[in-house]
């Protein structure tokens, strides 16, 4: 008895593993709860002045603000850790934006793992150092940057349909997935 007890969960480890939640909460905070560092870096990279919404945002184990923002017809979410600090930038892309190294590695993976899938948003993640992000920005240098795709999507089996997550490296190579759990305020229609 003791060896299917063992074994079950042995089973259930590895599939919690595999199967990771996104429970996402963002909430709108004021400019002046922001710490001046980040303020401040945004200020730099962004050179000309533009109209951003901040955000508080946890997923109950990491917390970040979060500054949204539109430059070049293109929303960008930029991360700060709760000190300032610049963690990522991610910019809103569409799917003929996907660098052709990283398309063919991410449709195949779709492909294989899915009887239909649909995608619902399209992010190029880049992260480094503070002085490399603001040159992204400012000068479009992407150096010594590292760079994936954060995808939400529809994957569909046989035996359902998930809304998903998943962040692709540059290859197009699957990092990490997690289901998405919308709360019941996103799932109501008026």
Not at 95 to 109: P, S
Not at 171 to 180: A, M, P, Y
């Amino acid at each position: 008895m003791t060896y299917y007890l063992r074994l079950l969960f042995i089973i259930f480890s590895v599939t919690y593993g595999v199967a990771q939640e996104k429970n996402e909460i963002e909430k709108r905070v004021k400019k002046d709860e922001i710490p001046k560092q980040a303020k401040e870096w945004l200020k730099d990279a962004f050179e000309q002045k533009r109209r951003t919404k901040w955000y508080y945002q946890t997923d109950g184990v990491k917390e970040v603000y979060e500054a949204k923002l539109k430059q070049n017809k293109h929303l960008h979410s930029v991360e700060f850790d709760l000190k300032g600090n610049v963690e990522n930038i991610e910019i809103k892309i569409k799917e003929n934006e996907i660098r052709e190294e990283a398309y063919q590695g991410i449709f195949d993976y779709f492909k294989s793992n899915y009887t239909r899938y649909s995608l619902k948003k399209i992010q190029i993640q880049y992260t480094g150092e503070a002085d490399d992000l603001e040159d992204l920005i400012d000068e479009d240098e992407i150096e010594n940057l590292v760079i994936n795709y954060e995808i939400e999507y529809y994957g569909k089996t046989d035996k359902n349909n998930t809304l998903w997550e998943g962040l692709f490296d540059a290859n197009g190579k699957l990092i990490e997935k997690r289901s998405v759990k919308l709360k019941l305020t996103d799932n109501l229609d008026y």
